[in-house]
């Protein structure tokens, strides 16, 4: 699977971005769709996920700020991000991990395609 992220860029606390990832090379449907971040200094964290079936799972730190959701028939992911924080500052990375069980079981290692990640940064 190869995966492309776009739509990072800088944005004011409170305000909105939307990312985009897009998937080619294999059945969008047999995977689940990620987004995980990384703020410089800090480990690699699970911002939501989403199997195909619609499963959502969303970190702590942005539920009710973010919002994760697929097309299938254009083999996109998406994660509209709202009332950004400064904290929310990091490289966003699109992954996929084949769906081989329930959202709940995945961890970061399930996810073995990653895309190149792109940069959001948040001003105060």
């Known amino acids: 699977v190869q995966l492309q992220a776009s739509g990072g860029g800088l944005v004011q606390a409170g305000g909105s971005l939307r990312l985009s990832c897009a998937a080619s090379?294999?059945?969008?449907?047999?995977?689940?769709m990620g987004w995980y971040r990384q703020a410089p200094g800090k480990q690699r964290e699970l911002v939501a996920d989403?199997?195909?079936?619609?499963?959502?799972n969303y970190a702590d730190s942005v539920k009710g700020r973010f919002t994760i959701f697929r097309d299938s028939a254009k083999n996109k992911v998406y994660l509209q991000m709202d009332s950004l924080k400064p904290e929310d500052t990091a490289v966003y990375y699109c992954?996929?991990?084949?769906?081989?069980?329930?959202?709940?079981?995945?961890?970061?290692?399930?996810?073995?395609?990653w895309g190149q990640g792109t940069l959001v940064t948040v001003s105060s």
């Open positions: 989403i199997s195909s079936r619609g499963s959502i």
């Open positions: 992954n996929a991990a084949p769906e081989l069980g329930p959202l709940s079981v995945f961890t970061s290692d399930d996810y073995i395609y």
């Open positions: 090379g294999s059945t969008f449907s047999l995977y689940v």
